[in-house]
């Protein structure tokens, strides 16, 4: 079965600084979704990119898709303390769209 | 609009009580999704439904746990004789009608903790 794979586990960096987070798949996808949550909250969506393209950007943010290696990039550009959270990403596979595998998501810190 | 309401927020049960959780789906939205995150874990596809229908409980535990989405009135998840595992958070989903990317908006949770 699919499963997302976030890396790194976990991220410390400077705010002004980039951060950058990987994601993993091993099937197939129809498209794929970078959420953030924020310690003991809800799930905020970001981004969705579709199978078909290759770079989305929303504001601060780019991902990126590479379905040849069945990975997606998360940037965060100048980052802020705000950007604190853990972020997952969530691929939907091509028959049953609905069942999105979630990754165990990246952890990252942004120092004031 | 509102978004994909959920109640309650924080539920405490002891064990071998019942837990009922809720969730509004969106308006215009008829398909509803439940998710588990054990934590520090990423979110795990329960079950999804559509008004009055279980299309897919794959997700769900075979005894003890439950869901519905009746014609009127919120999906309810619903989990019996709860134990300690059963701690963690429940996300409900929804979507409008499907089509080949579809994007699913998520509701704020409920967390589950058992005594």
């Known amino acids: 079965s699919q499963q997302g794979e976030e890396d790194p586990q976990a991220l410390s960096i400077q705010e002004g600084e980039n951060a950058t987070m990987n994601c993993s798949y091993k099937?197939?996808?129809?498209?794929l979704q970078w959420y953030r949550q924020n310690s003991g909250r809800g799930l905020v969506h970001l981004i969705l990119?579709?199978?078909?393209?290759r770079e989305k950007h929303s504001g601060r943010l780019r991902v990126t898709l590479d379905t040849s290696k069945k990975s997606s990039s998360l940037l965060i550009t100048a980052s802020r303390a705000a950007d604190t959270a853990s972020y997952f990403c969530?691929?939907?596979?091509?028959?049953?769209?609905?069942?999105?595998?979630f990754g165990t998501g990246t952890r990252l810190k942004v120092l004031a | 609009n509102a978004g994909v309401m959920q109640n309650p927020r924080h539920l405490v049960r002891r064990r071998g009580q019942e837990a009922r959780l809720r969730c509004s789906p969106m308006?215009?939205?008829?398909?509803v999704y439940w998710y588990r995150q054990l934590p520090e874990e990423g979110l795990k596809f329960m079950v999804y439904?559509?008004?009055?229908?279980?299309?897919?409980e794959s997700g769900m535990p075979k005894e003890r746990f439950s869901a519905e989405f009746p014609k009127e009135g919120p999906s309810i998840l619903r989990i019996q004789q709860v134990v300690r595992g059963d701690s963690a958070a429940y996300f409900c989903?929804?979507?409008?009608?499907?089509?080949?990317?579809?994007?699913?908006?998520f509701g704020p949770g409920t967390r589950l903790t058992v005594l």
């Open positions: 990119i579709r199978s078909n393209e």
């Open positions: 989903a929804s979507s409008p009608p499907r089509g080949p990317y579809n994007e699913q908006f």
């Open positions: 439904l559509q008004k009055e229908n279980i299309i897919d």
């Open positions: 969530a691929t939907a596979g091509d028959s049953g769209t609905y069942k999105y595998i």
């Open positions: 099937t197939s996808i129809n498209n």
């Open positions: 308006k215009g939205h008829s398909h």
